[in-house]
Structure formats: structure tokens, C-alpha cells
């Protein structure tokens, strides 16, 4: 009898537990920390002229008007299908807020780019202006073994460029250098001008995320060492790092197998990175805001916070956006 009694005082006193030892996964945001209000899909899949596969992913916003002489708008974002055959692909608007057009020339880079390369697809585009050479380089993996890039005067006409991280770049045990994210070095005495971000798969078949940095955007190097690793709260992997600056702190973030979008602090050298995740953004369940979020690319303008994401399942996602709360 005593031992029964205390395994039913135990049970309720074990759930507090487990229920504390879950919130402890993720670290309290700080003051101010935005929260995104769901807006609507850009990527209605009935009414893409390009979709091969039904399915649009890894949005990447790209101020054409900053950079561009003559762009058909002010900006563009690159996004992709993912499975066979891929293809890099662009929409553009004249707001971040939309309407966003489908450029009818899709894809402006293809699976087979003679005699470059002949591969099974490409995807996972990231726009990046690079000021050494006044031109748009654009970051892309085909195949899922190695991330290449292409450079661009106009937004729609690339030269290709090469390979910028393969998988012998990070080691014997690596088997996918992809989803790559290029932004300016934030450390101006690294001796570096930019920076890179990457999914690293490794043979444990676990995705963590990677560091390559760059003098030029074209010859790169990768750090040994692993800029995030999946923990409890993330589950078995990680991808699609990216840089963010909010309120004067760095931000590497991250989608993870849990279906959900982190943010971890980071500093300006990219090597001392916070050791819990903070919870940046769920599905909202509006709309087709369901399930998994992923592959976030976040941007201020104007006072406004946009995040531009992939919504839905593996495979089956589209490209959605939201903005901070209260400036919805």
C-alpha cells in the first residue's frame, strides 16, 4: 500500500519534471524579442508557371533597386523547387509587402548548365551582392554534394562561377555541403569580407551547420569546428543557418527536425555561439501556416520586420511570409 500511494504522488511530481526539463530546451528571448504574424503564401502552386514538383523552397530576398540598374522591380526573391529536376527561380515586387510577380523566364538556372555541370537539380538559392566585383553572386547546391555559385549583372543572365564548398572541404565524414546562406564577415579583423553558413550531412546521417569564409566570394575556407549542432529541443537535425541582427546582438538562425525556426546569439568572429536555441517562430496553424516552418530569411525595411519562410512538410512546402506583430 505505501508503495502504491507514493507511485501515485510520484506520477504528477514526474510530469513537473519532464515539463521543466523540456522548457529548459530553449532559453528565454530577450526584451522586445519579435514575434511574427502570419501574412499569406507568394507561391500559389496552382498558378506557378514554373513547378515541376509542386513544392518551393529557401527564399532569398535580394534588394534589386539598391544594386541593379534597371530591375523589373524594386525586389526580387530567389526560391526553388527541391526535387528532380529543381531549377532556380525568381519572383519580384515593387514592396516587400507584395504583390509578388512569377518572372516567366523560370528557371534562370537549370539542372544542366553545359559544359559546367549536368546534375540531377539545383536548389537553395542565396542572393549575395558582392561589392569586390559589383556584381550579384547567387549561391545554389546541385548537387546536394556541393554548393556552387553564379554571378550576374542584371538579376536574370548568370555567368557560372564554380564550386565554392564541397563535401572533402569539411572532412572525410561529410556527404552534403549545402543550403548555403553568404553575408558580409560581421568581424572587420577577420581578414575575411564575407562569410557562409552551410548544412554539413555527415555520415551519422545527423545535419549540423557549418562555417566557410571567403576574401573574394569565390575561394573558400571551412572551419573545422561546427557552428550548430542539433541538441534535445532541435532534435536530430539542423540547416539553413542564417545571420540577423536584432537590437545590436547577432543571431545565427536555424530550422530544425522539430518542424520549428531558432536563433541562437552569436559573435562577430562566428565561433562563440550560444549554447541553447531561442524559440524565434511556429506555425501559426492560419492558412497554410501549418506543421513545419523552415529556412528563414529575415529583413528590416523601413521599420518594418519581414520573415520570408518555407511552410508545410518536407518536399510538399511553399514559400510564406509574416511580420513582427505589432507592425502587421
Known sequence: MVSYQ??????PLMGLLMATLSSAQTATPPDGWPSFNYQGIITEKSQMLYNPT??????SVFHAGEYLQDPL????????????????????????????????????????????????????????????AGRLFLYFHGSNSQ????????????????????NAMGGANVTESSYARVFPHPDASSGYAYAMFYMGNERDNIRRIR????????AWEVDPDYVVQ????????????????????????????????YARTIDATLRDIGSVPILLHAASGEGNDTGRVASPEILTYEGGTYLFYEAGDRLGATIAWAKARDES
Open 73 to 132: 522591380a524594386e525586389w526580387y526573391i530567389y526560391y526553388a523547387p527541391h526535387d528532380n529536376p529543381g531549377g532556380i527561380s525568381l519572383m519580384y515586387a515593387s514592396s516587400l509587402d507584395g504583390p509578388w510577380r512569377e518572372y516567366t523566364g523560370n528557371p534562370v538556372i537549370s539542372r544542366v548548365w553545359e559544359p559546367h555541370y549536368s546534375v540531377p537539380h539545383t536548389s537553395s538559392p542565396d542572393a549575395a551582392w558582392n561589392s569586390e
Open 6 to 11: 507514493f507511485r501515485i504522488m510520484a506520477l
Open 230 to 261: 542539433p541538441g534535445p529541443e532541435e532534435d536530430s537535425n539542423v540547416s539553413a543557418g542564417n545571420i540577423w541582427e536584432w537590437d545590436g546582438q547577432l543571431y545565427v538562425v536555424y530550422h530544425a527536425s522539430s518542424g520549428r525556426i
Open 147 to 166: 554548393t556552387r555559385w553564379a554571378e550576374t549583372d542584371d538579376g536574370l543572365n548568370f555567368d557560372y562561377g564554380g564550386i565554392a564548398v564541397d
Open 211 to 218: 562555417l566557410a569564409e571567403s576574401v573574394d566570394g569565390r
Open 54 to 59: 509542386d513544392e518551393f523552397i529557401f527564399p
